[in-house]
């Protein structure tokens, strides 16, 4: 077990996470540099959040961190391991004790699918004989990229006076209205009618998937569509990115006939 210090003598008196156990005490996380116990092995993880792609580089190259035992260490291994997976380990590499300049995270880490709850661990135990100054400077990044969700919602209704309702929202800005935009008789910009902001509070829409802000929106169709005569109502919620996609919402279209004798 790791206990946190704010300052400690066998951290270089700097905060760090150290071993409560008094025969392990050099098994050490500081802020940029691990150094392995006897028996334990220092690892930070990263858990993925939600899917996507990540990219691991460090600040700086992977490198020994103090050489002041000279021969008598045997430098470090170095582990970046995806789901705890030690037999196929994403990377690899021996630091001999004195070797200072490092080694870089090797690119082939760019692009790395991950799943919600996949995690990413970055190990470092001792070589073959003993920990001795195996202070090992590795300050791992992560950069996290989630794919772009497509916006949802629903068309509630369309009644005999042309009042339509609903809801949308983009699952990657939820506490944010999007646009949604309407058209009758087809998709065309020509069968465009017009543009609504989800501004209306639907509290059972932010309950049912745990957001906030307003999703719901309303509109009237345009009287020249009030003639007797069955026509079709799309609708479309806008990606919040401008850049779509920006899909049709469930229960569009929905056919209607209003006015008339």
């Known amino acids: 077990q790791l206990v946190y210090y704010s300052s400690h003598p066998d951290c270089g008196n700097v905060a760090c996470w150290k071993s409560s156990d008094a025969n392990d005490k050099y098994h050490i996380i500081g802020n940029s ?3 392995p116990g006897i028996t334990q092995y220092p690892t930070r993880r990263w858990i993925a959040p939600q899917a996507g792609t990540i990219s691991i580089t460090s600040n700086g190259n992977v490198r020994m961190g103090n050489t002041s035992c000279g021969t008598s260490a ?3 291994n170095v582990y970046i391991e995806k789901n705890g997976n030690t037999t196929s380990a994403l990377w690899l590499t021996y630091l001999a004790w004195n070797n200072t300049t490092g080694v870089p995270i090797p690119r082939s880490l760019d692009n790395i699918s991950v799943n919600a709850g996949d995690y ?3 190990i470092v ?11 090992t400077i590795f300050d791992p990044i992560i950069t996290y990229s989630v794919p772009n969700q497509p916006a949802k919602g629903y068309l509630d209704g369309l009644d005999g006076n042309g009042s339509v309702w609903g809801w949308a929202y983009d699952p990657d800005v939820p506490s944010q209205s999007i646009n949604v935009h309407a058209y009758i008789d087809g998709v065309l910009q020509s ?7 989800t501004s209306v ?3 059972e829409v932010n309950s049912f998937f745990g957001i906030t802000g307003n999703h719901g929106f309303d509109f009237t169709i345009p009287s020249q569509f009030k003639d007797g005569k069955q026509h079709t109502l799309y609708v479309f919620a806008l990606d919040a990115s401008g850049n779509g996609p920006n899909p049709q919402i469930s229960e569009s279209p929905k056919t209607f006939t209003l006015g008339g004798s």
């Open 191 to 197: 069968n465009f009618v017009l543009a609504k902001s």
């Open 201 to 203: 509070l639907r509290q």
């Open 74 to 76: 045997d430098g470090v």
């Open 125 to 135: 135990d001792h070589g073959a004989v003993n920990n001795w100054c195996d202070l």
């Open 120 to 122: 990413i661990d970055f």
């Open 33 to 35: 540099w691990m150094h």
